[in-house]
């Protein structure tokens, strides 16, 4: 039985998707397997959180960050407040890191929430103190300090400074330190990731000196987790690879320079249609907008209810759907809400067939990296752009 895994605003349930056009299947055993694997390669000591940010990647808020939690994670990460308010509202209790920004008029709502708060700005700090009075309880902060990404943060050489202005402030707890890594995934030169490793040793090194505690270090995306047990620290931030996907090959690799430990990732994500209608069409004659494709011969071709409104790029190039596990060229420019695919040379056809716009069928795959290949972007982007409102399925 499909469960449906819920909408990303409405969270409500239904116990399948027969009556959908489209839908995103998402394997709970891929994403077990994903979390089991980082806590067998992290150890039992180390905190794993994991981030479930944009729709957790695409791949279902609410039920994803149970299977995370049930599978062995201990800390969830997003990005936004209303993602916290929806995790809470479904009753999960797991501690919450925020990595984005919060407006002043959202700080009380997220101490309520129970939310760990990202800092890197006094005025920042004051509006949390005033939020943490108002609320009648402490805020828990982890200072984001600056070693070479460049976005929010803190530089080496205010950060004592700014932390000793957070001790000064009632209800604010110093729990944290973070940072991110600016070049690790995308090359096989590790050079400058070492270097913000060092800054990042070096900030914890200043604060432990000043006499400033922090229970809790973090700095290591999948990456990071995957190739430098150094960057592991009290607790590692798992973003892509959770959901089975390598965050790039320059990664895997790195990694597999040196298999040793039998690492071993499973994709979650499966997205499928339906075909509308079945046509044939003469030769000479034009396929779509703009008359961009001409066919040479005559071509039956089915008709897919999926376009860029559902999240199927509008710039795919040299792309293919797969009906009946064979690969159905794509014709003409994707619509806003269908596309058109070459079905000529598939036997068997008929309308209403499902049709694989990622994931595997039969013996052929397109994976999220292929796709982003197709679209000149990369697999972070693909799954996180499939509409919302596409239903998620847990099989």
Not at 39 to 44: D, H
Request: glycine share 8%; aromatic share 8%.
């Amino acid at each position: 039985m499909l469960k449906f895994i819920g909408d990303w605003l409405t969270n409500k349930i239904c116990e399948t998707a027969m009556d959908e056009l489209t839908w995103v299947e998402i394997s709970r055993s891929a994403l077990e397997n994903n979390i089991r694997e980082f806590r067998r390669i992290i150890g039992p000591k180390t905190l794993l959180c994991p981030c479930i940010k944009a729709n957790a990647y695409g791949h279902g808020l609410i039920e994803t960050a149970r299977i995370f939690l049930s599978a062995g994670a201990d800390w969830l990460s997003v990005n936004a407040l209303f993602e916290a308010r929806m995790l809470r509202r479904s009753g999960i209790t797991a501690p919450l890191y925020v990595l984005g920004y919060i407006l002043p008029e959202g700080l009380r709502e997220a101490l309520e929430l129970d939310c760990r708060l990202v800092v890197f700005d006094k005025d920042q700090v004051r509006d949390i103190a005033r939020a943490a009075k108002a609320a009648g309880r402490p805020a828990r902060v982890h200072i984001k300090v600056e070693t070479g990404s460049n976005r929010m943060g803190v530089r080496l050489d205010g950060l004592v400074e700014f932390a000793r202005f957070i001790q000064k402030q009632k209800l604010v707890e110093i729990e944290g330190l973070a940072t991110h890594f600016a070049n690790i995934e995308d090359t096989t030169d590790h050079s400058f990731a070492e270097l913000q490793l060092r800054r990042f040793i070096e900030a914890s090194g200043l604060l432990k000196s000043a006499g400033i505690s922090v229970s809790i270090r973090h700095c290591a995306n999948s990456a990071a987790t995957i190739l430098f047990p150094q960057t592991h620290f009290e607790m590692v931030r798992l973003g892509i690879a959770g959901y089975g996907m390598w965050p790039s090959n320059e990664t895997y690799v790195s990694f597999v320079k040196e298999r040793k430990n039998n690492f071993h990732l499973i994709p979650a994500f499966t997205w499928k249609t339906r075909i509308a209608q079945l046509k044939t069409v003469p030769a000479g004659e034009f396929v779509g907008y703009g008359c961009s494709y001409k066919t040479s011969h005559k071509t039956r071709l089915a008709i897919i209810p999926a376009g860029y409104y559902d999240g199927y790029d509008r710039g795919i190039s040299g792309g293919y759907v797969l009906i009946r596990g064979r690969r159905a060229a794509i014709r003409g420019r994707i619509c806003m809400d269908m596309l058109m695919a070459e079905v000529t040379d598939i036997a068997g056809v008929k309308a209403e067939d499902e049709v694989v716009l990622m994931g595997r069928s039969g013996e052929e795959c397109i994976s999220a990296e292929l796709f982003a290949q197709w679209a000149a972007t990369i697999n972070y982007e693909v799954t996180t752009r499939v509409n919302d409102r596409i239903p998620r399925i847990l099989v």
